[in-house]
């Protein structure tokens, strides 16, 4: 019997071999046959020779989150051959080297292996020893594809438009994946191959597949930022990049000239502080970062949230602490990221959960800024931001970048006094005026000691609490601003996670409600925590509270707003660096309650 459209296939080679544009050309062109897809690289964080490995993960009912077992896996590294054959489930298909020298290695008997002469058929494409390398990546496309039944038309289209920018190497690309094909056709049986694939007419016609990272830059970008300053950190380094190139094309005057800035700095610090001035005077601002460079930034976090200027942090998280593991991902930022500085700070958090949302918040986390007058973080990770997701096509915001508060020149005729940290609403949140608006009662120190109402220096016991008093006000405010919880599936159980987990728990939803254990699943957008989360956990029998890193960390910031909760939930952490996975969310509930 066939499983058709619903298996998962995993490549390991090794990092730096060239595999990455060949895996990229596999998974396009199964979008492009309209099959939901996703694919995630998992790669070492050297430049060259360690074991790396791409997991795709087909589904036609959408079911996305990695797999912890492989239907289909591609050996070509000798140095995990044998971990790779012990990777496959069993009833699944091992495609592998035949040229590998491995002495320890055996076929198993509980697996289809299928052994693959690479350097027989490359030898035939090409007689460059450095070509073939690359080639030998674009002939197990070739086989894989035939054994699955994919129509190799679209094959060779996703081939001429993945090298458009280098229409030098298309022929000889699209001659090793026929060899790779024509090699299947005639030595291995495509009829008994257990896994296939099938067209699925116009899924994807209102789809894209993306990173994260473009998604947010092009959010950014539609958002209004002019101003960028950023030090290279991976996995953050592509929204800078990408935004960078969509600028230099999209934001230009009239004249041809730049409008926009971006600014590779000398380290951390002064990106944020460089954000932070630019914020002050008006643009728009942001620095994407991750992990290490979200701690070094925390003195000037401090600055944005005590002086009340306009800021973004865009942390694309990795595995901590310390260096950690650059190259896999991890939620363990959630706490820095909430009170970053010493202190009494609580920062605005967002919590982008697929490309959609990272596009969207791009505007969103500036116009929070602006609004709240305050440091914004958004928090996307690894897995999100650097592996491909399917995502509907973007949408441009009807609604008008939201300036905040700002007192022009008309407006401080107006009024007989300008204080620039008054709380004329009521609400926390201030006016301010910009630098070189003309007129006499604009101007006014901004400063990251104690001041009062009209920003003049205070070391008045009583205005510092009062002013303490206000930006929490602010940071209750900001509630009704930022964007809302989703919920979705009815049952009394619950289920509370945030970010990339997104796909893996919906995943367990579907398997928990074929058990009959309906499911209610909050999916946290943004901190701070909305009072709708409350009555959520209170409404259930019992809430799981799912997230990828070790020490709980959202469900300490629920339990410190509503300690009184601490019976109704249980925690599901998970802390390895790999994306999350739905089958070991459902052991983990199994597990508790067991």
Not at 160 to 165: A, E, G, T
């Amino acid at each position: 019997m066939k499983t058709i459209n619903d298996f998962s296939i995993t490549i390991g080679t090794i990092n730096g071999s060239g595999s990455q544009s060949s895996n990229n050309i596999l998974v396009r062109t199964l979008f492009h046959m309209g099959l939901p897809v996703s694919g995630k690289n998992l790669f070492p964080s050297n430049i060259a020779g360690l074991p790396t490995w791409f997991t795709i993960r087909i589904s036609a009912e959408g079911h996305l989150s990695r797999k912890d077992e492989n239907d289909i896996v591609i050996g070509m590294n000798a140095d995990s051959l044998i971990k790779d054959q012990n990777s496959t489930k069993k009833s699944g298909v091992f495609i592998y080297n035949i040229d590998l020298k491995v002495p320890l290695f055996k076929q198993r008997d509980d697996i289809l292996c299928i052994p693959i002469p690479f350097k027989q058929i490359v030898n035939e494409v090409s007689d460059s020893i450095k070509l073939k390398k690359l080639l030998t990546n674009m002939i197990y496309v070739g086989v894989i594809s035939q054994l699955l039944g994919i129509d190799i038309d679209v094959l060779h289209k996703t081939i001429q438009k993945n090298f458009s920018d280098k229409p030098q190497v298309i022929d000889i690309n699209v001659k090793a994946i026929n060899a790779g094909w024509e090699y299947a056709e005639k030595n291995l049986d495509y009829k008994t191959f257990p896994y296939k694939v099938k067209f699925i007419e116009n899924a994807n016609d209102n789809k894209i597949l993306i990173d994260g990272n473009t998604a947010s830059a092009i959010g950014l970008l539609f958002g209004g930022c002019s101003f960028m300053s950023w030090y290279p950190i991976t996995p953050s380094s592509s929204v800078a990049e990408m935004f960078h190139a969509y600028s230099n094309k999209y934001r230009k005057t009239t004249d041809g000239k730049n409008n926009f800035a971006i600014v590779q700095a000398e380290d951390e610090l002064a990106a944020i502080s460089m954000v932070i001035g630019a914020g002050w005077t008006g643009a728009r601002a942001v620095t994407p970062t991750s992990g290490p460079g979200l701690s070094l930034m925390a003195e000037a976090a401090g600055l944005s949230y005590f002086a009340e200027v306009p800021a973004v942090i865009w942390d694309v998280q990795r595995v901590g602490p310390s260096t950690g593991l650059p190259t896999r991902t991890m939620q363990g930022d959630l706490l820095a990221a909430y009170h970053l500085s010493h202190g009494d700070t609580k920062h605005i958090v967002l919590l982008p959960a697929n490309p959609n949302e990272c596009y969207e918040f791009g505007k969103t986390s500036l116009d929070l800024a602006e609004r709240l007058q305050t440091l914004v973080v958004v928090l996307s990770d690894l897995d999100l931001g650097m592996n491909y997701w399917i995502s509907d096509r973007f949408q441009k915001s009807q609604e008008a970048l939201d300036r905040g508060k700002v007192y022009r020149e008309d407006d401080l005729i107006d009024h007989p006094e300008f204080a620039r940290y008054q709380d004329v609403d009521g609400d926390g949140i201030p006016y301010r005026t910009l630098p070189g608006t003309y007129h006499p009662k604009a101007a006014y120190f901004t400063r990251g000691t104690g001041h009062d109402e009209r920003a003049l220096y205070s070391e008045d016991n009583e205005n510092f609490r009062k002013l303490m008093n206000r930006l929490a006000k602010k940071h209750e405010t900001a509630k009704k601003y930022v964007p809302q919880p989703i919920v979705q599936g009815q049952g009394a159980i619950g289920l509370i996670a945030y970010g990339s987990s997104h796909p893996a728990v919906e995943d367990l939803q579907n398997i928990l409600l074929k058990e009959g254990n309906a499911t209610s699943y909050m999916r946290i957008r943004a901190l701070p925590l909305v009072e709708e989360i409350k009555h959520f956990i209170t409404k259930n029998d019992i809430t799981y509270v799912i997230e990828q890193n070790r020490d709980a960390q959202l469900m300490r910031v629920l339990l410190a707003e509503w300690p009184e909760l601490h019976a109704k939930v249980k925690s599901i952490t998970q802390y390895d660096g790999l994306p999350l996975a739905a089958n070991y969310l459902y052991g983990q509930f199994k597990e508790l309650n067991s």
